[in-house]
């Protein structure tokens, strides 16, 4: 019996021998994604000082001949992770978000305010209580369109 294979017709043989080796590598394999952040952290302790490895991982990272700058990289972790995230507990987007109105109010009028100072620009005390309250209007909308906006969605 035939089977395809990558657009080939291959021996059914052949197909399970090789799912057979990829099972075997699977299990046994040390390059699985659970060991990912430790294999990282070794290979940039190498290319730091081949010595602080033990020999047969010398061996293997010296064969990968990786730039440096790609391992420390990649051993610093994701390049899309933020010093900011996850956002603070109180902070003045989580409390604008969860309902706690008066902080986000405080935060966003002393915000507003020190823009207007650093454009030079002198807002009374009105004008910047109608720009807090317009952006906390504003963010009220956007939160009420993400907790109900699907209940008036029509998906049909």
Do not use: C
């Amino acid at each position: 019996m035939r089977h395809e294979q990558g657009g080939r017709v291959a021996p059914r043989w052949l197909a399970m021998a090789r799912e057979a080796l990829n099972e075997e590598m699977e299990r046994t394999s040390f390059l699985y994604g659970g060991n990912a952040a430790y294999l990282e952290d070794m290979q940039a302790r190498y290319e730091r000082d081949p010595d602080s490895v033990p020999a047969e991982w010398r061996a293997f990272f010296s064969g990968l001949d990786d730039p440096r700058e790609d391992v420390e990289k990649a051993a610093r972790g994701a390049s899309w992770k933020r010093e900011n995230w996850p956002i603070a507990a109180n902070g003045d987007l989580v409390s604008a978000l969860d309902g706690d109105w008066g902080a986000a109010e405080k935060h966003l009028g002393g915000k507003i305010q020190e823009k207007a100072q650093k454009a030079g620009a002198e807002l009374s005390t009105d004008a910047i209580n109608r720009a807090t309250t317009d952006s906390v209007r504003a963010i009220m909308m956007i939160r009420a369109y993400r907790m109900r906006g699907h209940l008036h969605a029509n998906l049909d």
